[in-house]
């Protein structure tokens, strides 16, 4: 019989041993009864006002064990292509119609797994104060990726600027419109670029992130808004399929939907963006 000094086959000797249980009951005394397996995450994110909430989410997933590291991207093709490939575990920057036509597109085996936030899109303007102001011919910039494309010429109709035929649908098209009144001259570009073009344009519909970033003022600029109920844009934490019932997600996403990240959603965009939870 080996002594209670000698080293096993593993080099874990008997006094070793009962020093890893101790240290495994004093981290289940520390999680509430639950051993939580000390993991790291990336998560990609918007640059921006997302950098700041999301520090707070770190900081809550923190105390759950989870250190998460957040990957920051400038543009909304990167996250889905870097969560695709591996890079990261995680992004949070999306809606669902979004994520569809990027499935339809590429085959993203990506699926949502708690919301995060929504954010109404909204009509802005330096050169009108009203959309009855927006003169024949005027040019109005829109996003040019599908689902905010569509978004944005819904906005349009229900300001009575322009006509869609009937079921175009979320994902309308400029070739879906029927009817423009005003002949309005729709400039279809980067949803990072409508913002930054605003003083050429008569008007720009433009996400909230990217019209704080432009330096837009959504209180004094923004003269339409798409209404909030039965809104499909809810953005969500996204997560490769495989990964969906990972116990990471869980930690993850209720570290998301906390008061505290609420509170930092209301500070950081001036209360232009909504906790969608």
């Known amino acids: 019989m080996r002594s209670p000094s000698t080293p096993s086959l ?35 994110i918007m640059a921006g006002e997302d950098e700041e909430v999301w520090k707070v989410v770190a900081a809550e997933a923190a105390k759950n ?10 543009d909304y093709v990167q996250p889905n292509e870097a ?4 890079e990261i575990q995680a992004n949070a920057f999306q809606h669902q119609p979004y994520l569809d036509a990027q499935v339809q597109q590429h085959g993203y085996k ?8 929504i954010q109404p899109i909204g009509l802005y303007s330096r ?10 011919g005027g ?21 009575g600027l322009l006509k869609l035929r009937d079921g175009a649908g979320i994902l309308a098209t400029a070739i879906d419109v029927e009817s423009n009144p005003k002949n309005i001259q729709i400039r279809e570009l980067d949803a990072g670029i409508v913002g930054r073009s605003i003083d050429d344009l008569d008007a720009g ?12 003022d959504p209180q004094k600029e923004r003269i339409a808004q798409e209404p909030l109920e039965n809104n499909p844009y809810r953005n969500f934490i996204a997560v490769n399929e495989g990964d969906k019932d990972a116990p990471w997600v869980k930690t993850l996403v209720a570290a998301y939907q906390t008061d505290a990240v609420k509170d930092a959603l209301a500070k950081w965009y001036k209360g232009t963006t909504l906790a969608a939870w």
């Open 10 to 44: 593993f080099g874990v000797t008997r006094r070793n041993a009962l020093g890893l249980v101790a240290a495994s009951m004093a981290l289940m005394a520390m999680g509430g009864g639950h051993a939580f397996a000390a993991e790291s995450v990336k998560v990609g």
């Open 83 to 86: 969560l695709a490939n591996g």
């Open 110 to 117: 990506i699926v949502p797994v708690g919301y995060t936030l």
């Open 127 to 136: 050169k009108h104060k009203s959309v009855a102001e927006i003169p024949d």
């Open 205 to 216: 519909v433009v996400n909230t992130d990217w019209a704080l970033k432009s330096g837009i």
């Open 139 to 159: 040019s109005i910039g829109i996003p040019n990726d599908p689902s905010n494309a569509g978004r944005a010429l819904n906005l349009l109709q229900a300001q």
């Open 65 to 74: 064990g989870l250190e998460v590291e957040r990957v920051v991207f400038s």
